[in-house]
């Protein structure tokens, strides 16, 4: 991934992210692919991108704050036969 992501990047690199709302508090983990279909594989993610186009579902807030996370599950190291 180079310095502007894309929805697919993000999808490709097993990245989450998760939407904060700074008025009611409220946190929600954003569903990427349904994302992208709503706005294209090549649109740009990046927190200035995304944020403006957020809005929290419970108090209508538009503070938002986006934080990625990596993939961290374990990985199965076994071999396969």
Not at 40 to 62: H, I, N, S, T
């Amino acid at each position: 991934m180079g310095a502007g992501w894309t929805l697919q990047e993000l999808i490709d690199a097993g990245m989450s992210v998760t939407a904060g709302c700074l008025d009611c508090n409220r946190h929600q983990k954003l569903d990427l692919p349904a994302l992208q279909d709503r706005l294209d594989a090549d649109a740009p993610a990046m927190e200035w991108d995304l944020r403006p186009k957020m809005k929290c579902a419970v108090c209508g807030g538009r503070r938002v704050t986006l934080t990625y996370s990596p993939n961290t599950s374990p990985k199965d190291h076994r071999k396969s036969k």
